[in-house]
């Protein structure tokens, strides 16, 4: 008898606020990078970017969480985060530098908190905007021991108490996670844009309605399908293929989808086309991720195609 396929429960936890969105992009030095990164407009067109790989390389595999509550933009935020910092060590070619995985649980807290000021109450869900803005105001926790807080493994129970509406990110850890911030964050609304950014070594994550099947097809392509109210991250992009798209990470696990890969993808990883990745930006919380004052141009030497 053939072995049975477990496949994971979906789980969301977007939520659709364009004013909050916007209040955000008030406070950014950087709102959008159709304008921060002008400069870098067409650098990637025709390239192959796949900085999973670099996360490979630096960790050893490639970091998948299952995410067990509505907590996916803390999950879409780490991992365009830890990515990000691959590729820096990669590039500086400082290998000791790592030392863990991007914990969740404080950027989901300290977007619906700290950031949020618990306007969503009790219940599950967070911005992309919000969680942009926790890693760049108030920066990033790793998956280790901080005293009493263990953070080595995630905890959706973790995740959900301190993400109810009175409690937050647990101040002393404030200063701590301060002392890593990103440096910039901007919100990008197309294909192009994101497949610049990755060109250049920096992150994408994607928030928005639009679902997809489970079973990839003969190219590693989902097709959309139904709607899913939910965050996940851009890792790689290939604009050589006759087929341009972007590839996207997601947080329910290894085996929530099925069919062939390319290019070295990721187990639960799936190819995006460039028009929908158009709609799907477009909704208007997608964050570009950057280590650096805004998002000069890269010679990246450690380009894995």
């Not at 300290?110 to 969503?120: F, H, K, N, T």
């Not at 901080?146 to 937050?168: C, F, I, M, P, V």
């Amino acid at each position: 008898m053939p072995k049975r396929r477990h496949r994971g429960r979906k789980r969301f936890g977007w939520v659709d606020r364009p004013a909050d969105v916007e209040r955000t992009l008030n406070r950014c030095p950087h709102p959008t990078f159709q304008h921060a990164a002008a400069h870098l407009k067409g650098t990637g067109a025709g390239g192959i970017y796949l900085w999973h790989k670099t996360v490979e390389q630096v960790v050893g595999r490639f970091p998948m969480n299952t995410q067990t509550i509505g907590d996916c933009v803390s999950h879409g935020a780490a991992g365009a985060v830890q990515t990000l910092m691959c590729v820096e060590i990669v590039e500086k070619n400082d290998p000791e530098k790592w030392i863990a995985e991007v914990a969740t649980e404080p950027i989901y807290a300290g977007s619906r908190v700290e950031v949020g000021r618990g306007q969503l109450g009790d219940g599950d869900g967070s911005l992309g905007s919000w969680g942009a803005e926790w890693v760049k105001e108030w920066g990033i926790l790793l998956r280790q021991k901080y005293g009493q807080y263990d953070l080595r493994r995630y905890s959706g129970a973790k995740a959900k108490e301190w993400g109810r509406a009175r409690n937050g990110c647990p101040d002393i850890l404030e200063p701590i996670a301060r002392e890593h911030p990103v440096r910039t964050v901007s919100l990008y609304r197309s294909y192009d844009e994101a497949r610049d950014g990755l060109a250049n070594g920096y992150i994408p994550t994607v928030a928005s309605m639009q679902g997809f099947t489970t079973t990839r097809d003969g190219e590693g392509f989902l097709r959309p399908s139904g709607r899913w109210p939910h965050q996940m991250y851009f890792v790689a992009a290939d604009d050589e293929y006759r087929r341009p798209g972007l590839l996207c990470v997601n947080s329910w696990g290894n085996d929530w989808v099925t069919g062939p890969k390319r290019h070295g993808q990721p187990q639960g990883s799936f190819w995006v086309d460039a028009d929908v990745v158009d709609g799907m930006a477009g909704q208007g919380d997608s964050w570009m991720h950057s280590n650096f004052d805004g998002f000069p141009r890269q010679k990246l030497d450690h380009m894995l195609i």
